[in-house]
């Protein structure tokens, strides 16, 4: 099941929250900053240990920690690329994000996960494409892999919420 839904990521009730995180890990702006303060320090503690074992989470790569305070198992950070005019794969690495994200679901056992829209924030990346990207990469993993997965793209805008409500039609979900 692959659902749209125009709200607070912080206060879906899934098994895993994916954050649109930066390579630090330590939290900033828009979504990355809602989760880390919904969630607390926990989160926080667990972004220091692994920047610590790894220097933080490279662009299209994911790791996992706890959700601390949210309603989540997990919290996946997920780095998407910063749009630079299509040149430098953004794409590919946009499609790496929500594999990697999906990779961790599967490991960990979820059965629920809440996306919310990487990389179109401050990272600028066009809406339409990166939809349009999101939706694609996960259901071509899903079929892929063989996998029921109820997955939830929370908008924080009208303009990715009527994007996905509309892509999500055209390919019949």
């Known amino acids: 099941m692959i659902q749209v839904l125009y709200g607070d990521i912080t206060k879906v009730a899934v098994d ?55 309603s989540a198992r997990y919290v996946i950070h997920t780095v998407g690329p910063v749009w630079r005019g299509g040149w430098e794969d953004e794409a590919q690495l946009l499609k790496n994000a929500y594999t990697s994200c999906l990779d961790i679901a599967l490991e960990k056992g979820v059965r629920s996960i809440a996306f919310p829209n990487i990389s179109t924030g401050v990272y600028h990346f066009p809406k339409d494409e990166a939809a349009h990207i999101a939706i694609h990469t996960v259901i071509d993993y899903l079929n892929a892999k063989n996998v029921s997965l109820d997955v939830w793209f929370v908008c924080f805008d009208n303009e990715n919420y009527s994007i996905y409500k509309r892509l999500l039609t055209e390919v019949g979900q």
């Not at 240990?49 to 959700?67: D, F, M, N, S, Y």
């Open 16 to 70: 895993a929250v994916v954050n649109a995180a930066n390579n630090s890990l330590l939290g900033g702006g828009g979504v990355d900053g809602a989760i880390h303060r919904a969630g607390g320090q926990a989160i926080i503690d667990e972004c220091i240990l692994i920047r610590q074992k790894q220097g933080g989470c490279e662009t299209g790569h994911a790791v996992v920690t706890t959700a601390g305070n949210l």
